[in-house]
Nanobody, 127 residues
Framework: EKQLVESGGGLVQAGGSLRLSCVASGFSFGNYAIGWFRQAPGREREGPLCIMSPDGSSYYADSVKGRFTISRDNSENTAYLQMNNLKVEDTAAYIC????????????????????WGPGTQVTVSS
């Protein structure tokens, strides 16, 4: 079965940092782009916050550009999200998702729809 599992969330003070991980299994990780999303209680899912293709090409939304960095290790079937200078408004469940890179090549980052989703990991930023 195709699975994505996030980890690394927790409680952090504003201005602090966290690094999230997303481990994939059940599919050819090297053929899929990975994106990060987030959803706060009572609000719609936001994203993609960022996306990275297997070759390292990346996209960032304006809301996280300069603070968040996506990376991946294809040999370990793992993607990461480094979050710096966290703000209270970053509080949310952070979710990773995957889509065949063929779709990114065909449609571009802005036109892609993700197929596989993890359950999320909670990030809470306190003041």
């Amino acid at each position: 079965e195709k699975q994505l599992v996030e980890s690394g969330g927790g409680l952090v003070q504003a201005g602090g940092s966290l690094r999230l991980s997303c481990v994939a299994s059940g599919f050819s990780f090297g053929n899929y782009a990975i994106g990060w999303f987030r959803q706060a209680p009572g609000r719609e899912r936001e994203g993609p916050l960022c996306i990275m293709s297997p070759d390292g090409s990346s996209y960032y939304a304006d809301s996280v550009k300069g603070r968040f960095t996506i990376s991946r290790d294809n040999s370990e079937n793992t993607a990461y999200l480094q979050m710096n200078n966290l703000k209270v408004e970053d509080t949310a469940a952070y979710i990773c998702a995957a889509v065949d890179d063929f779709e990114v090549i065909t449609r571009g980052f802005r036109g892609v729809e993700f197929d596989y989703w993890g359950p999320g990991t909670q990030v809470t930023v306190s003041s």
